[in-house]
């Protein structure tokens, strides 16, 4: 039998390993190497057509990393293929641009949509595809394993163990599927310390650590100022807590990151205590820590909140309610992305998030011409979990509601995620939040997509609320039901003038479209006094001073 | 009233079967962007004392969107039917949704207002 080599991985690893020794010299202290001598690794362990992940996140970056792979040569390191979650700085893009990479697998794009769109468009990048971000991280453990990870940590120790800091986001699934099969894991760090307050990454997965010479860059992305909510956010979030957080009973779940849902958070210890909801809705959370849900958790709503990534500024409030966050030992938060797509996904009951554009099947989609942006975690958090099988309350209520008087395969008792679109009916500029036809189709062919990118499918949508009402897909039963329930709250965008009046005062006589008024609720009575914090301010006295608000939302 | 430039103007009148009667005018909301101020007065004619019209005199910054003006006046007319009032509304780009809670706040006003 001819002799086979089964390590191939392992001996190449090694190789790159003896190549950057080599390269460094002194600059290389067991695994820490300077910061000027980052080229000289990164070209001694890159091969040309490396699949490569630079940790771009949603908040925090690997930005000196992202500056230094940038600079290389592209006669000896190019063709990269990169697969990384989110494109947020320009040398995520400038890559490509220098011949460096050129294919992109990827989850978000949002601050380099519209560029990413033209570089597309002018062949000077190829997409393999635009993922969930549980989706891509599933993919690094079956065939988009990447061959170097490039990524960022708050602090690492000589063992080259590192502290993540409360925003530990991608950084454990990225590691592991990189460390474990054959890849090349370089960190750069804020410091190097003795001893690392806890390890959130062990030593023997990390190969190279680089003291950065600047912090790295992180974006305060949830941060709403309650300044900024409106009377007819306020009117929809007592719609949405009266119409379904109360009706359904739901204990856990996932906001979106708009002001709609700030809105519902600031409404829930005044309104939703006015209705005697406290403790029936809003228990748990799989949520970033959202400075607007600090009076909930004051007044003795929240149990517990599970993070994606963290939120600047909110560090030592945090720490100081360690039986709400996730934390450590050392009492900063531990955070994760994967695992909490997944908590989102699979153990929450409902999501509730805005959208750009609805259409006459509850396609729902933030894909807007000239811009490839990608969805990230909304097409996970807003889908049913096909693979549930464990009960409550809120799914077998929406589940019941779909399949009620169905025969077939659909008598099967089974529940179902309630999945709900917010949106006023005209956004900014008149631009109504209905439409006959998706942007996304254009989209699709403009860039060569397979398929129109829809953030959330018509058939996962179970109720879209308006400030004209809700409408309950639950309970429609033909196309024709379905479409004129959704004009039926598209207020005066050209959808909703277009509704046929008779069938949907039918729909709401049947409760299917539900107005304020049908719910009991005065629309007179939403005002912004309403909101337990009008002000980042108060959101500052609300926390005990313990908040601590990025300087750019210090407005008092 | 004229009309300084890039402003529209626009009139729609409604029969009423709900007699405002005689009242202070009642005033709500600003005139600040993506807002609006809705003042409604009482009605008067020197020919009559009947006054069955319900006046709305919409001055806006917004041009181009007359067919949805007339469909929130024509609900707003529906919802309340007022007779004997002259509405005059000054919008800044406000949605439907905020020139409804404007109209029907001012309403309200009106009401509560009333001996």
Redesign the interface.
């Known amino acids: 039998m001819e002799h086979m080599n089964w390590n191939t991985q392992q001996t190449n690893r090694q190789a790159r390993q003896a190549r950057a020794a080599e390269a460094l010299g002194l600059q290389r202290q067991g695994k820490t190497v300077l910061a000027e001598a980052i080229a000289t690794l990164l070209h001694a362990v890159i091969e040309p057509g490396d699949r490569v992940c630079l940790e771009g996140n949603n908040q925090k970056q690997a930005d000196f990393l992202a500056r230094a792979l940038t600079q290389l040569d592209p006669a000896r390191v190019h063709g990269l293929h990169m697969v990384q979650s989110v494109l947020a700085l320009p040398e995520h893009l400038d890559l490509f641009e220098n011949g460096i990479a050129s294919k992109l697998d990827f989850s978000f794009s949002g601050p380099q949509a519209g560029r990413l769109a033209k570089m597309v468009s002018a062949g000077q990048i190829r997409i393999g595809a635009i993922h969930t971000y549980l989706e891509l991280f599933a993919r690094y453990f079956i065939d988009l394993t990447p061959r170097i990870a490039l990524v960022c940590a708050q602090s690492a120790d000589a063992h080259g163990n590192l502290y993540t800091g409360p925003n530990t986001e991608d950084t454990p699934a990225i590691v592991e599927a990189t460390a474990f099969r054959g890849g090349i894991v370089i960190a750069q760090v804020n410091e190097l310390v003795d001893t690392v307050p806890r390890v959130d990454i062990p030593g023997d997965w990390v190969d190279y650590v680089v003291l950065a010479p600047k912090p790295n860059f992180i974006e305060p992305l949830f941060t709403r100022d309650p300044a900024q909510i ?3 956010q306020v ?1 929809m979030g007592m719609i949405a807590i009266k119409g379904i957080y109360g009706e359904y009973g739901v204990q856990r779940l996932n906001h979106g990151i708009g002001f709609d849902t700030a809105a519902i958070e600031l409404l829930l210890p005044t309104y939703g205590e006015a209705l005697g909801l406290k403790g029936k809705i809003g228990s748990h959370w799989a949520l970033n820590p959202h400075p607007a849900l600090i009076p909930a958790i004051e007044a003795g709503w929240v149990k517990s909140v599970h993070s994606f990534g963290s939120e600047l500024g909110m560090e030592d409030y945090i720490r100081a309610r360690s039986d709400v966050f996730f934390t450590g030992p050392d009492g900063s938060m531990r955070s994760n992305r994967a695992f909490c797509q997944a908590a989102g996904h699979y153990a929450c009951d409902m999501f509730i998030g805005s959208t750009l554009q609805i259409d006459l099947n509850g396609h729902s989609s933030t894909a807007t011409l000239g811009r490839i942006s990608g969805f990230g975690g909304a097409p996970n958090m807003g889908a049913d979990a096909r693979g549930r099988r464990h009960a409550s309350p809120a799914w077998l209520k929406a589940g019941a509601q779909a399949r009620e008087g169905r025969g077939g395969v659909a008598a099967m008792p089974r529940g179902q995620k309630l999945v709900v679109q917010i949106v ?3 956004r ?1 500029h ?1 631009q109504p939040a209905f439409v006959e036809k998706l942007d996304a189709w254009q989209l699709a062919e403009q860039a060569g997509m397979a398929i129109p990118p829809v953030m959330i499918y018509g058939d996962d949508v179970t109720h879209i609320l308006t ?2 009402g809700i409408a309950n897909l639950l309970l429609c039963r033909s196309d024709e039901e379905r479409e004129q329930a959704i004009r039926g709250v598209a ?2 965008t050209p959808i909703g ?1 277009g509704r046929d009046k008779r069938l949907v005062e039918n729909l709401r006589d049947r409760g299917v479209v539900r107005r304020a008024v049908d719910l009991g609720i005065d ?2 009575d ?1 005002t912004r006094n309403l909101l337990a914090a009008r002000s980042m301010r108060d959101l500052v006295r609300a926390s005990g001073g313990l908040y601590q608000p990025p300087k750019r939302f210090r407005n008092w | 009233m004229s009309i300084p430039a890039g402003l529209e103007a626009l009139r729609f009148s409604f029969t009423g079967t709900q007699p405002a009667g005689s009242f202070a005018p009642v005033l709500v909301g600003v005139v600040g962007s993506g807002n609006l101020e809705v003042m409604i007065e009482p009605l008067t004619s020197t020919t009559d004392g009947a006054h069955s019209e319900c006046r709305i005199d919409v001055t806006t910054s917004a041009r181009g969107f007359d067919p949805i003006w007339r469909a929130v006046a024509e609900d707003f007319h529906t919802r309340h039917k007022l007779a004997g009032v002259a509405i005059s509304i000054n919008d800044m780009g406000a949605t439907p949704a905020v020139v409804n809670l404007r109209l029907d706040q001012a309403v309200a006003q009106l009401r509560s207002a009333k001996p």
Request: proline content about 0%; charged content about 35%.
């Open positions: 409106s009377e007819i009117l006023e009916t005209f900014e008149m400030e004209e207020g005066y003038l629309q007179r939403a």
